[in-house]
């Protein structure tokens, strides 16, 4: 596997880049991290997109979600949000694009190697319910 290129996302406030602005119609992976949290870099999020839309999933973790909204009430359980959100100017993504069809399973190697902090796959699972 080749180095991954780590680049920033801009300022809040601010046009999206343009090497993002390019994934409009693309799929594949991506990752974010930020560096220096905690004393460290750690990878936040791995996530894919196999349906042309990579800007758009990768943007929409840098945009506020209200829960005021109540279309997507009760779709993803009591008091979560549609996705989990990041500061623009802290973070940095990591992308690499590739055919629709291995978009999934190469997320899964990414979570699998860099154990992103707030991914569930992979996690261990839950106690067991006794009953």
């Known amino acids: 596997m080749s180095a991954r290129i780590w680049r920033s996302v801009g300022k809040q406030g601010e046009p999206y880049p343009d090497w993002l602005k390019s994934l409009a119609s693309s799929s594949g ?3 974010i991290r930020v560096p220096g949290f ?3 870099t750690v990878v936040m999020y791995c996530g894919e997109s196999h349906s042309g839309r990579l800007l758009k999933t990768i943007t929409r973790h840098f945009q ?3 829960r005021g909204k109540s279309w997507w009430s009760g779709l993803f359980g009591t008091g979560a949000d549609p996705g989990r959100t990041y500061s623009r100017d802290e973070c940095e993504v990591c992308v690499q694009t590739c055919h629709a069809s291995r978009a999934i399973a190469l997320q899964d190697a990414w979570i699998h ?3 992103p902090r707030d ?7 839950e106690e067991e319910v006794p009953f």
């Open 29 to 31: 992976v991506y990752a």
């Open 38 to 40: 905690v004393r460290s």
């Open 119 to 125: 991914n569930i796959l992979g996690a261990p699972p």
């Open 64 to 66: 506020a979600w209200s």
């Open 113 to 115: 190697e860099l154990h």
